[in-house]
T-cell receptor, first 118, second 117 residues
Framework: EAGVAQSPRYKIIEKRQSVAFWCNPISGHATLYWYQQILGQGPKLLIQFQNNGVVDDSQLPKDRFSAERLKGVDSTLKIQPAKLEDSAVYLC????????????????FGPGTRLTVL | AQSVAQPEDQVNVAEGNPLTVKCTYSVSGNPYLFWYVQYPNRGLQFLLKYITGDNLVKGSYGFEAEFNKSQTSFHLKKPSALVSDSALYFCAVRDMGTGTGFQKLVFGTGTRLLVSP
């Protein structure tokens, strides 16, 4: 079974530029997550999709970050314009489902995209 | 809101010795707790989880974790450490998401484990 794919693996940009990250989840996984992991901290959820709908974006800085999951499969996360504090690893994860079902579905993580903003 | 705390930034242990990586939790209701490991330039890998049942949970790569309700702890353990266990370890708790009803994970700050030969 193929895992979660992310690209690019590394990106260096100057502040005020824009950048986009791509994620392809495991086939059949309805739930997709984007996390931000700043150096020395644990991953923080930015946005969660169930199929192609957003179910939680409470921690997404909406003035500069956007994400979409068209057709309920691949997803892109965009930052525009980037700030120095956006330097982090951006992790994508997927799970079979993430709804009210009491059975926890394991989240599978991609390798991440390391973003450096200069 | 649910949260976990990892009080140690780094744990050092010699190969062959037992290891413990600490985690305490703060939740309302029954806790769903997890351990993940992160190797350099890799994503997080699931190690084990506690949902209900036995307080001692066994997971991947010989790791286990002990759930202690009275101490609100979920420490990760391994009887005999390997150099290859050196990595970053994260404790996490399931949060049902205020107002959304959807599951999400809330992670601790991570503990770096260094196993010396």
């Amino acid at each position: 079974e193929a895992g979660v794919a992310q690209s690019p693996r590394y990106k260096i940009i100057e502040k005020r530029q824009s950048v986009a990250f791509w994620c392809n989840p495991i086939s059949g996984h309805a739930t997709l997550y984007w996390y931000q992991q700043i150096l020395g901290q644990g991953p923080k959820l930015l946005i969660q999709f169930q199929n192609n709908g957003v179910v939680d974006d409470s921690q997404l800085p909406k003035d500069r970050f956007s994400a979409e999951r068209l057709k309920g499969v691949d997803s892109t996360l965009k930052i525009q314009p980037a700030k120095l504090e956006d330097s982090a690893v951006y992790l994508c994860a997927s799970s079979l489902r993430g709804d009210r079902d009491r059975v926890h579905n394991e989240q599978f993580f991609g390798p991440g995209t390391r973003l450096t903003v200069l | 809101a649910q949260s976990v705390a990892q009080p140690e930034d780094q744990v050092n242990v010699a190969e062959g010795n037992p290891l413990t990586v600490k985690c305490t939790y703060s939740v309302s209701g029954n806790p769903y707790l997890f351990w993940y490991v992160q190797y350099p330039n890799r994503g997080l890998q699931f190690l084990l989880k506690y949902i209900t049942g036995d307080n001692l949970v066994k997971g991947s790569y010989g790791f286990e974790a002990e759930f202690n309700k009275s101490q609100t702890s979920f420490h990760l353990k391994k009887p005999s450490a390997l150099v290859s266990d050196s990595a970053l370890y994260f404790c996490a708790v399931r949060d049902m998401g205020t107002g959304t009803g959807f599951q999400k994970l809330v992670f601790g700050t991570g503990t770096r484990l260094l196993v010396s030969p």
